[in-house]
Nanobody, 134 residues
Framework: QLQLVESGGGLVQPGESLRLSCKAS????????ISWFRQVPGKEREGVSC????????KYTDSVKGRFTISKTNAENTVYLQMNSLKSEDTAIYYC???????????????????????????WGQGTQVTVSS
């Protein structure tokens, strides 16, 4: 069974840090592009960060640049999102999502400029809540 499981969310104060994990099972992340999204009630799901299948290419939405870092450990089949200097506006449910390579394509899958298009992803996790509040 293909599955992504997020963990690491919680309640923190502004300025503090959290590290989210996205653990994959039933699929090998070497062949998938992984992105983190977030969503607050009443708003569309927003792409936060992306990492290529080989781990060498990353992209971030402007609001998190310099504060968040995405990384990938293929040996652990896990993608991390290190979130520093958290702000109240970072409060959301965070999801990871996987996009597989097209059939017959053996190369790396790099992050597109518009990585936040939800329809481009094949598999989603259940989400983890991040709350930033004093």
């Amino acid at each position: 069974q293909l599955q992504l499981v997020e963990s690491g969310g919680g309640l923190v104060q502004p300025g503090e840090s959290l590290r989210l994990s996205c653990k994959a099972s039933g699929l090998t992340l070497n062949y998938y592009l992984i992105s983190w999204f977030r969503q607050v009630p009443g708003k569309e799901r927003e792409g936060v960060s992306c990492v290529s299948s080989d781990g060498d290419d990353t992209k971030y939405t402007d609001s998190v640049k310099g504060r968040f870092t995405i990384s990938k450990t293929n040996a652990e089949n896990t993608v991390y999102l290190q979130m520093n200097s958290l702000k109240s506006e970072d409060t959301a449910i965070y999801y990871c999502a996987a996009r597989k390579a097209p059939p017959g394509y053996d190369g790396s899958i790099y992050c597109p400029q518009y990585f936040g298009v939800t329809d481009h992803y094949d598999l989603w996790g259940q989400g983890t809540q991040v709350t930033v509040s004093s």
